[in-house]
Each structure stands twice: as structure tokens, then as C-alpha cells.
């Protein structure tokens, strides 16, 4: 198992008593909003610690991870994406600076682009950007780190239907390319029911 949880609670938000998430595998976390689906990838991401219980990571407690080290092999993207710097270019090689990683070549990241569906040129203002577009740009960002898991919270909700099926159907045979795992918050079920190789319910 990638990650194994067991009676785990934080606040009033999380109460798990068991819980398992494979290896190399696409999981999707569907719920209604407020079940705590964002908190468990912050918990996965160590962002968010445990009031109680154990959180396991590749067998060993994520306790005694560094949580730099950890956020570096397991990346996340936030509901509403971020950018890290002026242009496309500087926002796509952003997550290799903060990984210490050597930068992508310009075709590495022309094929990325192409991978999100992000018809801009490397060049484009990154503040310029629509919502969606913003989306893709990050869903760019962390497939150019190859990291082992992608922790992704609702990385396509700005988008349309037919866009987001295509987005993320060549987002998620680049990243098993490479052998990554994606754990992905989602509220499309038809993106769940396609691409969820294992799907929890997250209930309040």
C-alpha cells in the first residue's frame, strides 16, 4: 500500500478508522462538499498533522518524514491554482526549482503543453490566464517534477465537461508513464467513473 491510514481523526473535520490507497493506481475521493476530501490530501501531503491515529507512507510512519522531502515526492495542487512567476515558461519550471531538479528543455515543455491542452505560447503572461487555463498551467507544473504521487484537489473544476475528460484522460497516461500514483479529489462523477481505478466515499 502506498498510503495506510487507521484511526485517524483531525478537528470535527476527519474520523477515519481504516483506510488504504494503492500504489500506482488512479483514486478518486468524491463526496458532498464539507465531507473533508481537501483535508485529506493536505493530511497525505502532510500539510495538515493528525490530532490522533497513524498515517502510513509507504510503510513508514509519515510522522518521521521531513515535510519538505515528503511535498517534493508527493506534490499537490490546490483547489484554486497558484502562479509562480511572469510567464508560462517560469510557472512550468517552477516546481523543478523548488524540487532542486535540473530545468526541462523547451520541447520537454512544449509537450507538456500540449499534454494539458494549453494553447499558449512558453512565453504568455501566466496572470493573463482564464481559471481554466490556470488549472491546466499547474496540472503542467507538476507533470514536468514526475513526482511518485499527485495529490490533486478539484483540478479541473473550472473547466467544461468534454475539456476536462480530455485533460485529464493524457494528464493521467503521462503521469503512469513515469509510474505516478494520482489520489484526486473530483466533483465530476463521470471523471471518477472513467479514470477511478479505486473510488472512496467521503461522507460527513
Aim: with cysteine; proline share 3%; aromatic share 4%.
Amino acid at each position: 500500500m502506498l498510503y495506510e491510514l487507521r484511526d485517524v481523526h483531525y478537528k470535527d473535520i476527519l474520523h477515519i478508522k481504516e483506510m488504504d490507497i494503492s500504489e500506482h493506481r488512479t483514486t478518486c475521493l468524491v463526496g458532498e462538499s464539507g465531507a473533508g476530501k481537501s483535508t485529506l490530501l493536505k493530511l497525505l501531503n502532510k500539510m495538515n498533522i493528525p490530532d490522533r491515529g497513524e498515517i502510513r507512507y509507504k510503510g513508514n510512519s509519515l510522522e518521521s518524514v521531513e515535510p519538505v522531502k515528503h511535498r517534493r515526492e508527493a506534490v499537490m495542487i490546490s483547489q484554486t491554482p497558484l502562479l509562480f512567476g511572469d510567464t508560462v515558461e517560469e510557472n512550468l519550471q517552477k516546481g523543478l526549482v523548488f524540487s532542486e531538479k535540473p530545468l526541462a528543455s523547451r520541447e520537454e515543455l512544449l509537450k507538456i503543453l500540449t499534454i494539458v491542452k494549453l494553447d499558449k505560447p512558453l512565453d504568455a503572461r501566466a496572470e493573463q490566464l482564464s481559471g481554466g487555463e490556470r488549472q491546466r498551467l499547474s496540472l503542467g507544473r507538476v507533470l514536468v517534477m514526475k513526482p511518485a504521487v499527485y495529490l490533486l484537489d478539484e483540478p479541473t473544476s473550472a473547466l467544461d465537461e468534454e475539456t476536462e475528460i480530455e485533460v485529464m484522460k493524457s494528464f493521467i497516461t503521462c503521469a503512469n508513464g513515469h509510474g505516478g500514483t494520482i489520489i484526486m479529489v473530483t466533483h465530476s462523477t463521470n471523471v471518477a467513473e472513467e479514470y477511478g481505478e479505486e473510488i472512496i466515499t467521503i461522507r460527513k
